[in-house]
């Protein structure tokens, strides 16, 4: 008896193991037709009584899916390889001349910067926690020698003194072409952002209109995780993401009024392989905008207001072209905004904004919960027609439910020349408040639907 329980048994587990694998059991869940996991690197995996131009818009043969769970691993798995070379250095700003006393704190932290930036093994920049450190400007450049983390446990609070931006007005604490950084630690990153609002023409129509500057930005970085940290209070823009790859940022606690102006919470430019998650975001702008030339963005556990929604765009300004494809918005709750999730164009411009996905979504007093605007025109003036525009397709907004602040709770007001195509609505939800009846509105739009979709076009595929 004992020679079977012990030679038996386990080949008897193995037997099974390999047999499950073999007949599917262990293959993906299918949860859906719209929404099946990627497999590594390969397009979508259908069902056969599936088949729908809309699974065929993100990736190939060959072709890496970063909506992939293997590739949002991947930006942990390379920062983790990265740190692991030899025992860092610890680099304390106090030790180079921090006071954290109400003065300008500036050098000391760029010399700091500069030292750990330098060690080829390795280093840890660390801000005191129970501390205020006040700054002016600071450029923390690379290339660095290692892998560098910077800890911030303290407060980081930029000077008002607007005489103190000159230089760069639109610049407070910009990371330039770092790669494999961490930042992190708890703390906070405070704009003093109050005497800029004050004074911009949004506020105030009589004033001249100024730049001011993004609290922090990260530019043509590589290989950088951004967690565990509240940013407050920006100038303009709390947190810029511009011409970076392969980005991690999560655990981020982003706040300003909601009246303050063009405070938008985290920005995506030009950026390719970002995962945003777990962030609690509210502000007077955007809480996520992502505009051209970013490239496989997934954000998930969002929670948003006040603001004006998740947008992407604005693009095509000034008849420029743009290009965002491959965005995934999932599993994020939205109170009080101005806006859902929208897309907005500008008429003249041209590219695309391609293979979208807003997927498992509540809405809370939401005004406009989804639109596309292909006629955004955010001036004084009205803008003039113009026939190009800026191509939306393979758009699919899926479980998306609660109320609508608007009596329009969807809009697709779209291009007449490039109108809206391959826009796919699935178990959508939208309630108006109170005694209001809730209306879409459609315009130039191709529209197909799957399940339940109230309040419906009177116009659709």
């Known amino acids: 008896m004992m020679f079977l329980k012990t030679l038996c048994l386990p080949l008897v587990i193995t037997f099974l193991s390999l047999s499950s694998y073999c007949f599917g059991l262990g293959r993906y869940r299918e949860e859906d037709p719209f929404h099946v996991d990627f497999r590594r690197g390969r397009a979508y995996h259908l069902p056969t009584s599936y088949r729908h131009p809309y699974f065929r818009t993100f990736g190939g043969r060959g072709q890496p899916n970063y909506h992939n769970s293997y590739y949002k691993n991947e930006i942990q798995s390379r920062l983790d390889r990265a740190s692991g070379a030899a025992t860092p250095k610890v680099v304390n700003v106090d030790d180079f001349g921090a006071k954290a006393n109400g003065r300008d704190d500036s050098q000391a932290f760029k010399k700091a910067w500069n030292y750990a930036c330098s060690s080829s093994q390795g280093a840890i920049m660390v801000v005191p926690k129970k501390k205020i450190y006040r700054l002016k400007p600071i450029n923390f450049s ?268 969807m809009k697709f007001d779209c291009s007449q020349s490039v109108p809206c195509r391959q826009i796919y609505l699935q178990n959508v939800a939208l309630k108006a408040e109170e005694t209001k009846q809730a209306s879409s509105s459609c315009a130039n739009v191709i529209l197909s639907y799957r399940g339940d979709v109230s309040p419906p076009c009177s116009s659709r595929s």
């Not at 810029?240 to 405070?263: H, W």
């Not at 962030?279 to 992502?290: F, K, L, Q």
């Not at 496989?296 to 998740?310: E, Q, S």
């Open 142 to 409: 690379g290339p660095c020698k290692s892998p560098l983390l910077l800890k911030i446990y303290g407060t980081l609070e930029a000077t008002e003194d607007h005489s103190d931006y000159q230089d760069n007005g639109r610049r407070w604490l910009y990371f330039d072409n770092v790669e494999n950084l961490r930042v992190e630690g708890g703390g906070i990153i405070d704009g003093n952002g109050k005497t800029w609002w004050e004074k911009s023409c949004k506020v105030n129509k009589a004033l001249p209109c100024k730049e001011a500057p993004t609290a922090v930005t990260f530019n043509e970085c590589t290989n950088l995780r951004v967690s565990s940290l509240r940013i407050k209070d920006a100038q303009q823009m709390h947190v810029i993401f511009q011409k970076c790859v392969n980005v991690k940022a999560f655990n981020l606690l982003v706040t300003a009024p909601g009246n303050s102006p063009n405070t938008d919470g985290i920005h995506v430019t030009g950026t390719q392989n970002i995962y945003i998650n777990n962030c609690v975001i509210g502000t007077g702008d955007d809480c996520i905008s992502i505009v051209s030339g970013s490239k496989n963005v997934r954000a998930t556990g969002i929670t948003c207001g006040p603001g004006h929604g998740i947008s992407i765009g604005s693009l095509g300004a000034g008849n420029s072209a743009a290009y965002v494809s491959n965005v995934i918005i999932n599993k994020a709750t939205l109170s009080g905004t101005d806006n859902g999730v929208r897309i907005k164009t500008w008429q003249g411009g041209s590219g695309y904004a391609k293979n979208i996905k807003f997927q498992n979504i509540v809405m809370y007093n939401v005004s406009n919960p989804i639109i596309i605007d292909q006629n955004y025109c955010d001036q004084e003036n009205p803008c003039r027609k113009q026939t190009s525009a800026v191509q939306v397709s393979n758009v699919l907004y899926q479980n998306i439910r609660g109320t609508s602040a608007s009596n329009v709770a």
